[in-house]
């Protein structure tokens, strides 16, 4: 059963503009959640995290934001370039568990 | 500079075949985990160590086997290897998480595994 879930499996921008990817899960134990890139051929590389206790977090033109009344994160990126053209996946982690727990991705296209 | 490494990039074995897959990190991590990507079911753990000797099973173990007998080193083992393992391998390490603190996983560039 899928803990963690990628509704989008794609998505197309427009260069410049803003990229919204969404991310639902399940799993109320869930305290720190990260956003992972990964180009073709190429391990995911890592983005940006949150924790629980915060409802934001900034870096540069990435910014993740949480709501967890509605068990829902969400990735904004702006302005978007073409090189964020890859798939993003979203993953959760419980309390000390080691585990995380990924989505299944979804590609984003940012069209020049 | 943090580096996971991963023996092959692409491997073509034949049905049957017993296939090591390596990993090797130089972060001194006490975690490490196997995935494999596939399109539409996104990274799939198969299994991971938090600690030499130590594993535990991910979400789809079956088919395959685990060794960690260094820390530095996280082997995959496809006991006999069948068309439906062909996938992209991925290794991963991490610190172990502790309260209040968190960590991310740091991957491997992927092996892409072909069974004919």
């Known amino acids: 059963d899928q803990q963690v879930k990628q509704n989008s499996p794609s998505l197309s921008v427009q260069e410049g503009r803003i990229s919204i990817l969404n991310c639902d899960y399940t799993n109320s134990m869930f305290d720190y959640f990260l956003w992972y890139k990964k180009y073709p051929a190429e391990g995911p590389t890592f983005l940006i995290s949150i924790s629980s206790i915060k409802d934001k977090n900034e870096d540069g033109r990435f910014t993740v934001f949480l709501n967890k009344s509605a068990k829902h994160l969400s990735l904004h990126i702006v302005p978007s370039q073409p090189g964020d053209s890859a798939v993003y996946f979203c993953a959760a982690s419980a309390g000390t568990g080691n585990q995380f727990y990924f989505g299944t991705g979804t590609s984003l296209t940012v069209i020049p | 500079d943090v580096k996971v490494t991963q023996s092959s990039r692409y491997l073509v074995k034949r049905t049957g075949e017993k296939v090591f897959l390596e990993c090797v990190q130089d972060?001194?991590?006490?975690?490490m985990f196997w995935y494999r990507q596939d399109p539409g079911l996104g990274l799939r753990l198969i299994y991971f160590?938090?600690?030499?000797?130590?594993?535990e099973k991910g979400d789809i173990p079956e088919g395959y086997s685990v060794s960690r007998e260094k820390k530095e080193r996280f082997s995959l083992i496809l006991e006999s290897a069948s068309t439906n393992q062909t996938s992209m391998y991925l290794c991963a390490s991490s610190l172990r998480r502790m309260t209040g603190l968190s960590y991310e996983q740091y991957f491997g560039p992927g092996t892409r595994l072909t069974v004919t």
């Open positions: 160590s938090y600690d030499v000797k130590m594993k």
């Open positions: 972060m001194d991590h006490e975690n």
